[in-house]
């Protein structure tokens, strides 16, 4: 076979999307249940027919491989259809943010160029205000639906246009603590392999189904939908965080991974134990350890039966490149080392790019079949971010004689004082031992001397707390350069915060 043959047999069997195998699931196990509501459910049957009406309704609305398609929309059922359908004819959704204010909306937008808006009930005046001139706006309803049914009576053929794995599949907003947010771009070939891992790590079975309640425009609910229906299990598809729903999830349902979040952790175990929780069989439940108190670690777990994945991923690379550990039944950690991923290598850098010796922090450096394809009209991020053949994260990590891995924190957060570098992350975990402390921030401050000096903000549940307690705490666990040069007590509700939540620290250095 000479050199071009095999070229082409190689393009050939990489046109493989993630619409092919939920279809390939369709055939399998057509009466199977796909996706489930609290009011409805489809069958793989019926979601193939579903999603072949929402094909044509973009079609014969202009939308064609590579162009870009815009949702404004809570967790409903027709959201699922959107990106598979999407996905057939090789169309990139946008997973909108309906919590953005105006202006950062409007962004995300303008930065895909797209051919069109779809938005769920009570979300036209929000997109009205936005003013994004000619792009045509569709409301999920009725009127859709009348749509959707006209067109399947007609029984138009879809365009058969070539696919690739590495084609667009869906674009995930990022946000960080400055600056608008970014359009990280994910493939198919990403999303599949991101679907292998899931089944792979964590022992996920192909039947195990999955409650997706956060929202459809972050990772968890979007990877693991799609993983789901690849695999063949069911989505229970919920708008946001409802107990009462998920309670009845786990009792009744078959769950490969139930996701929990930080902030809910805690309350969720405590209902669940008032309610003498029976869960039916779920594999694990999790994610973001490292943002929440341990002692609701051990509480979710214990109450619920499964053990918790300590994971450290990103939108950019998926579970990789650290979510390999879980955290036993009833367990209150000691430590939140992760282990590596597979499928995907490491490293750890200084700033030339060089590898760190063990026991040293350095900046996650990840390659592999997860990985996004890039930020959405950002070339020069991409370069800088995709230097050297590999992806920086931006997350500073050091890895333990044994393998493990520990995080550290963001470098961009990195403070330099004196030549030393201090990581905030390392103060904030010392001073959140003291269970007075709701919150803890570090920033930076000029200093004439150091250069830089770290600076402690922290929320007290308790007004016993004082600062020279928090003083004491950390003269006794950390090293003198460390040691925050001030503490300030602040409310939460005066902590700036981004539309998703995360503390802006730039504001919080303007107080300075």
């Known amino acids: 076979m000479g050199s071009t043959q095999v070229s082409k047999t190689i393009e050939a069997a990489s046109v493989v999307t993630v619409w092919d195998l939920v279809s390939a699931t369709a055939d399998k196990a057509p009466h199977a249940i796909a996706v489930q509501d609290q009011e409805y459910g489809f069958t793989y049957a019926q979601l193939r027919q579903r999603v072949d009406m929402t094909a044509l309704f973009l079609t014969q609305h202009g939308l064609k491989r590579g162009d870009r398609l815009t949702v404004l929309a809570r967790n409903c059922i027709q959201y699922v259809e959107l990106q598979l359908a999407a996905a057939k004819l090789g169309v990139i959704l946008a997973a909108l943010n309906w919590r953005l204010a105006d202006a950062e909306l409007r962004h995300c937008i303008t930065l895909v160029d797209p051919k069109m808006l779809i938005c769920q009930p009570g979300f036209e005046a929000k997109v009205q205000n936005l003013n994004i001139g000619n792009l045509p706006v569709h409301t999920l309803g009725d009127k859709y639906e009348a749509e959707l049914s006209k067109l399947a009576e007609e029984k138009t053929v879809l365009p058969g246009d070539g696919r690739s794995s590495e084609d667009g599949l869906v674009i995930l907003y990022t946000s960080g603590t400055t600056g608008l947010p970014k359009g990280a771009l994910v493939s198919h070939r990403a999303m599949i392999a991101r679907s292998m891992c899931f089944t792979s790590e964590l022992s996920i079975k192909h039947d195990a189904g999955f409650v997706a309640w956060a929202p459809f425009y972050h990772m968890a609910s979007m990877d693991h939908a799609l993983a789901t229906l690849m695999r063949g299990g069911t989505v229970y598809v919920v708008d946001g965080y409802q107990p009462d729903r998920l309670i009845e999830c786990l009792e009744t349902a078959h769950i490969g991974w139930f996701v929990v979040m930080p902030g809910m952790v805690g309350e969720f175990a405590a209902l669940c134990k008032k309610r003498k929780v029976k869960v039916k069989d779920t594999a694990v439940c999790g994610a973001m350890a490292d943002l929440v108190p341990k002692e609701d670690i051990a509480a979710v777990t214990k109450v619920l039966g499964v053990p918790y994945v300590n994971t450290f991923g990103a939108t950019e ?196």
């Not at 890895?399 to 961009?412: A, F, I, M, Q, S």
């Open 317 to 512: 690379t998926g579970l990789p490149p650290a979510t390999g550990a879980l955290i036993d039944v009833g367990v209150m950690p000691k430590s939140l080392s992760k282990r590596q991923s597979a499928f995907c290598e490491v490293r750890l850098l200084d700033p030339d790019d060089n590898d760190v010796p063990n026991g040293e922090p350095g900046e996650v450096a990840v390659r592999g079949p997860t990985l996004f394809s890039g930020y959405w009209n950002a070339d020069k991020t991409n370069a800088h971010d995709f230097r050297n053949g590999w992806f920086h994260m931006g997350d500073v990590m050091r890895r333990n004689e044994n393998g493990t891995l520990d995080y550290v924190d963001r470098v961009k957060y990195l403070i330099k004082s004196g030549g030393e570098n201090i990581y905030p992350a390392e103060i904030e975990q010392v001073v959140l031992k003291d269970m007075r402390v709701l919150e803890a921030i570090v920033v930076r401050a000029f200093d004439k001397k150091w250069g830089e000096v770290p600076v402690l903000f922290v929320v007290r549940n308790d007004a016993t707390l004082t600062t020279q307690d928090l003083e004491e705490l950390c003269k006794r666990d950390l090293s003198n350069y460390k040691r925050p040069k001030d503490i300030r007590f602040i409310t939460e509700k005066n902590l700036p915060r981004s539309t998703t939540g995360k503390i802006q620290r730039h504001l919080l250095e303007k107080l300075l």
